[in-house]
């Protein structure tokens, strides 16, 4: 129904910055039905994490360990949300998954991308 393809990921030295964008794609109706599209990330040995939200109201959202330092947005005419990283650190080294949650009337009502690496060295 929605399909989303990560793109971004990769080798940064700490102090860096990767930009993340994750492109959704599918059926229109399931498109136009999108409503938070956001970032997760999982570590080695770790639960997944919330990284940052934005709803289609542009509202947004960030976890304590990422605030100020990543910047969440979205062009809804390109169906995309981007996640900018900044002065990244090793603690940051996880997948980065896209997720995005559809209006309430829609079933399935999530989605995930099936992730990309970010690796920061020290």
């Known amino acids: 129904q929605v399909q989303l393809v990560e793109s971004g990921g990769g080798l940064v030295q700490a102090g860096g910055s990767l930009r993340l964008s994750c492109a959704a794609s599918?059926?229109?109706?399931?498109?136009?039905?999108?409503?938070?599209m956001g970032w997760y990330r999982q570590a080695p040995g770790k639960q997944r994490e919330l990284v940052a939200t934005?709803?289609?109201?542009?509202?947004?959202n960030y976890s304590d360990a990422v605030k100020g330092r990543f910047t969440i947005s979205r062009d809804n005419g390109k169906n995309t949300v981007y996640l900018q990283m900044n002065s990244l650190k090793p603690e940051d080294t996880a997948v980065y998954y896209c997720?995005?949650?559809?209006?309430?009337?829609?079933?399935?009502?999530?989605?995930w991308g099936q992730g990309t690496q970010v690796t920061v060295s020290s």
């Open positions: 997720k995005v949650d559809l209006k309430s009337y829609y079933s399935p009502n999530n989605y």
């Open positions: 599918g059926n229109i109706f399931a498109i136009n039905a999108i409503n938070i």
């Open positions: 934005v709803t289609s109201g542009d509202n947004t």
